[in-house]
């Protein structure tokens, strides 16, 4: 069985940029939530993908913006990147949209400067 | 509002001493309650969840803890600690959308 994959391992980028951040779902999860950790701090939920439907947002601005594919791996997009964008951002999976039991992936370390 | 607390930003103990990682809740509903540890650079791993029934439940890594709802708490707890458990730990609360602590960083004194 396959855990959760992220891509890529590490990225700097200018502010300003944009940013696609991949994930590759555990086998047969349907689910995948993001998590934006930044230095010193726990993980904030950012959002949640259901069978490629939104389902679920934290307090980030839309500027962050997500997809699932129909495979139910997923993508993270950042726009107009910010220096406090800076962080490692954590990809989680699970079997269902209220599943409680979250399997993540080792992060993608974003920097950005 | 919902959230957690982690009282203790870090904690230093000896190898073999006993361990307890404070954690505090605030949530409307039944908590479903979980510990994940995190090593350096590595993502997350679950040590254990609380979602109903004994309020005493067990986790990998001899790691063990006790939902008190009269207190909000969720405490972490080992008898004896290895040099390995050195590692960032984060209690959570909710279920889908997960809130997390701030974290406790735990070293291990040999």
């Known amino acids: 069985e396959t855990g959760v994959t992220q891509s890529p391992t590490h990225l700097i980028k200018t502010r300003g940029q944009q940013v696609t951040l991949r994930c590759s779902s555990q086998?047969?999860?349907?689910?995948v939530s993001w998590y934006q950790q930044a230095l010193g701090q726990g993980p904030q939920f950012i959002f949640q993908?259901?069978?490629?439907?939104?389902?679920g947002r934290g307090n980030f601005p839309p500027r962050f913006s997500g997809l699932q594919f129909p495979n139910y791996s997923s993508e993270l997009n950042v726009n107009a990147l910010e220096l406090d964008d800076s962080a490692l951002y954590l990809c989680?999976?699970?079997?269902?949209?209220?599943?409680?039991?979250?399997?993540f992936g080792p992060g993608t370390r974003l920097t950005v400067t | 509002a919902q959230s957690v607390t982690q009282p203790d930003i870090h904690i230093t103990v000896s190898e073999g001493a006993s361990l307890e990682l404070r954690c505090n809740y605030s949530?409307?509903?039944?908590?479903?309650l979980f510990w994940y540890v995190q090593s350096p650079g590595q993502g997350l791993q679950l040590l254990l969840k609380?979602?109903?029934?004994?309020?005493l439940v067990q986790g990998i890594k001899g790691f063990e803890a006790e939902f008190k709802r009269s207190q909000s708490s969720f405490n972490l707890r080992k008898p004896s600690v290895h040099w390995s458990d050195a590692a960032e730990y984060f209690c959570?609360?909710?279920?889908?959308?997960?809130?997390f602590g701030q974290g406790t960083e735990l070293s291990v004194k040999p």
């Open positions: 989680a999976s699970s079997l269902g949209n209220w599943e409680l039991e979250q399997y």
């Open positions: 086998s047969g999860h349907n689910t």
């Open positions: 609380y979602f109903s029934g004994d309020t």
């Open positions: 959570a609360v909710g279920g889908g959308k997960l809130i």
């Open positions: 949530y409307g509903a039944t908590p479903y």
């Open positions: 993908y259901y069978r490629e439907e939104e389902n």
